[in-house]
């Protein structure tokens, strides 16, 4: 078993008073980085609660094969709440939608490993109150 550790890299810059960008690889974002905002760029806090769910997206990828767990799609819909002294997000709130026939056990399993073994969960959750669920697509 290899000791490498995974690395990431992203340069942003700067574009003007309304804006900057985010690269990496060969893809691009667009950031709100206006004191005014900018609704057509994700802000800081935004792209935290995007890199969540995207964690949580990625994490069901990675567990669905081992688990022979059969899908048709997954939605995540994230809340944050951001307290102003000191400034941080205090609490992120949840919802993994998925789209099967799955038993309900089988989405607690799921579940379990997208809280246990999420890079960016585990990263954001000692620093934030975070909390969910994970429940079945209504027909």
Known sequence: MSNQKMT???ESRR??????????????IA??????????????????????????IKS????VPILG??????????DGVRQDVPPKIESI???IIVDTDEPDRRLDLL?????????????VAPGSALDGVLRRKAD
Do not use: Q, W
């Open 31 to 56: 950031l709100d980085t206006d004191l005014a905002g900018n609704p057509a760029a994700f802000n800081p806090a935004e792209l935290l609660l995007a890199a969540v769910s995207a964690c949580m």
């Open 15 to 28: 574009i003007d008073e309304h804006g900057s960008e985010a690269r990496c690889k060969n893809a691009e």
């Open 111 to 123: 579940h379990e490993n997208v809280r246990k073994y999420g890079t960016v969960f585990n990263t």
């Open 8 to 10: 990431f890299h992203v």
């Open 69 to 78: 767990f059969s899908l048709r799609g997954v939605e995540v819909v994230v």
């Open 93 to 95: 709130r949840y919802e």
């Open 60 to 63: 069901i990828e990675r567990v």
